[in-house]
């Protein structure tokens, strides 16, 4: 098994009753990342972003248009 002394204090690294160790700033970060919704800018012509959160918002510069990620396309709304 681990041992937790071996860690420096709050490293952000703690001991699963398993014996499996996780670190809680991975974990965070995580979370912050499946919460965060982005806005971009561009123009009509542009690739519009992959990857993205649901919720996240594209506007195009040149036609005014604004576009939402539902989760699986961008849709003008």
């Known amino acids: 098994m ?4 071996n860690y420096a204090p709050k490293s ?3 001991i699963k009753e ?7 700033a991975n974990k965070i970060d ?3 990342q499946t919460l965060v919704q ?4 561009g123009k ?7 990857g993205v959160k649901k919720g996240s918002t594209f ?4 036609t005014k248009a604004v576009y939402m990620f539902d989760g ?4 003008v709304i």
């Open 2 to 5: 681990p041992n937790i002394n």
């Open 12 to 14: 952000g690294r703690q």
């Open 18 to 24: 398993d014996g499996s160790i996780v670190n809680l």
């Open 30 to 32: 995580e979370l912050h």
């Open 38 to 41: 982005m806005e971009y800018f």
């Open 44 to 50: 009509s012509t542009d690739i519009k972003p992959t």
């Open 59 to 62: 506007f195009e510069i040149d």
């Open 72 to 75: 699986a396309s961008w849709v």
